[in-house]
Structures are given as structure tokens and as C-alpha cells.
């Protein structure tokens, strides 16, 4: 057989497993800190309140309804529309 005891066989895989988890840890912590440094702010537009084109989009959804569902446009009755 072997001189190699077998404690130190197993010392040895979990201090190898843990050495190597530690430092991906310490990676993830460096690539965090750079990708932070990174962050550029984005310009936002401003976005109207109001639905410019109201009839159309209405119209719209409704003919995308109604060929989901199968039926004709004038089989559904739109009640509310509201922006999400």
C-alpha cells in the first residue's frame, strides 16, 4: 500500500475544495466591485401621458383579441383600456 494516511487523503480534498470556493468568492467580490465602478446612467425619456393615437391602438389590440380568440372584431366589446 501506500506511506499516505488516509485522514490526510480526505484533509487534503476538503481543504482543496474549500481553497478553491474561497476564492471564487474573493473573484466574484473584485468583479462586483468593478462592474459597479462601470454603471453609466442611462437617459431616460420623458414619456407623455397621454395615448396620442388612442382609436388606433384600441384598434389594434381589439383585432389581435379577435384573432386569438377566432371570432370577428365586432364580436368584442371593449369596456376599459388602461396603460400598465
Known amino acids: 500500500m501506500s506511506d499516505i494516511p488516509s485522514w490526510f487523503v480526505v484533509c487534503m480534498g476538503l481543504g482543496t475544495v474549500f481553497v478553491g470556493?474561497?476564492?471564487i468568492i474573493i473573484i466574484c467580490k473584485i468583479m462586483s466591485v468593478f462592474?459597479?465602478?462601470?454603471k453609466t446612467v442611462?437617459?431616460?425619456e420623458k414619456t407623455p401621458t397621454e395615448i396620442e393615437n388612442r382609436e388606433e391602438l384600441i384598434a389594434a389590440v381589439s383585432s389581435a383579441v379577435a384573432e386569438d380568440m377566432?371570432?370577428?372584431?365586432?364580436?368584442i366589446r371593449i369596456l376599459s383600456?388602461?396603460?400598465l
Open 35 to 38: 462592474c459597479k465602478e462601470r
Open 70 to 75: 377566432g371570432t370577428d372584431i365586432s364580436a
Open 42 to 44: 442611462i437617459p431616460t
Open 81 to 83: 383600456f388602461k396603460k
Open 21 to 23: 470556493l474561497i476564492c
